[in-house]
T-cell receptor, first 112, second 113 residues
Framework: GENVEQHPSTLSVQEGDSAVIKCTYSDSASNYFPWYKQELGKRPQLIID?????GEKKDQRIAVTLNKTAKHFSLHITETQPEDSAVYFCAASPGANSKLTFGKGITLSVRP | GAGVSQSPSNKVTEKGKDVELRCDPI?????LYWYRQSLGQGLEFLIY????????KSGLPSDRFSAERTGGSVSTLTIQRTQQEDSAVYLC???????????FGPGTRLTVL
């Protein structure tokens, strides 16, 4: 089955700097890669996703890049703000009718 | 429209008691998932329901855990003879079709004394 790993487990950046969170996956058939943000005490919420027919997707300050050859995908957050502090989960799936496998999460802290 | 809802939001129970947790998925979503999240930990998959197919129970930690989904909509997760290690937040999610984007409910925080 699919195995998704996230590194590092924690990341601390200064407000205004960029943050990059990387995930690796094992199943080359995976073609759907969502990112979820979970603020303290809240539910995980989808912030961006990418499918394997594109290499990059942007939405304002966040972007996701995908490298299918290396089997990794990354979340990029520019101009970080304190409200970006949260746990970020990546996930991977071979698509419809397949299970979505989550990574263990990365805690991002943005220092004011 | 309405998102995924769960009840109760908090549940405190005594060791050995049974508990039932409820999930109302987004209307029209055919797939429903249960996860467990212990304090500061990741999302531990428990079980999923896909349409009318038999559920995938591969993530259930013991036979004290069971779940059902009635009429393809509401789901109930039952934990029998609760133990202190069952204390966690239980999250439910639903998706339009299995494998698609999952939308999470607010969770039920279970505390076993």
């Amino acid at each position: 089955g699919e195995n998704v790993e996230q590194h590092p487990s924690t990341l601390s950046v200064q407000e205004g700097d960029s943050a990059v969170i990387k995930c690796t996956y094992s199943d080359s058939a995976s073609n759907y890669f969502p990112w979820y943000k979970q603020e303290l005490g809240k539910r995980p919420q989808l912030i961006i996703d990418i499918r394997s027919n594109v290499g990059e997707k942007k939405d304002q300050r966040i972007a996701v890049t995908l490298n299918k050859t290396a089997k990794h995908f990354s979340l990029h957050i520019t101009e970080t703000q304190p409200e970006d502090s949260a746990v970020y989960f990546c996930a991977a799936s071979p698509g419809a009718n397949s299970k979505l496998t989550f990574g263990k999460g990365i805690t991002l802290s943005v220092r004011p | 429209g309405a998102g995924v809802s769960q009840s109760p939001s908090n549940k405190v129970t005594e060791k050995g008691k049974d508990v039932e947790l409820r999930c109302d998925p987004i209307s029209g979503h055919t797939a429903l998932y249960w996860y467990r999240q212990s304090l500061g930990q990741g999302l531990e998959f428990l079980i999923y329901f896909q349409g009318n197919s038999a559920p995938d129970k591969s993530g259930l930690p013991s036979d004290r855990f069971s779940a059902e989904r009635t009429g393809g909509s509401v789901s109930t997760l039952t934990i029998q003879r609760t133990q202190q290690e069952d204390s966690a937040v239980y999250l439910c999610a639903s998706s339009l079709i299995f494998g698609d984007t999952q939308y999470f409910g607010p969770g039920t925080r279970l505390t076993v004394l």
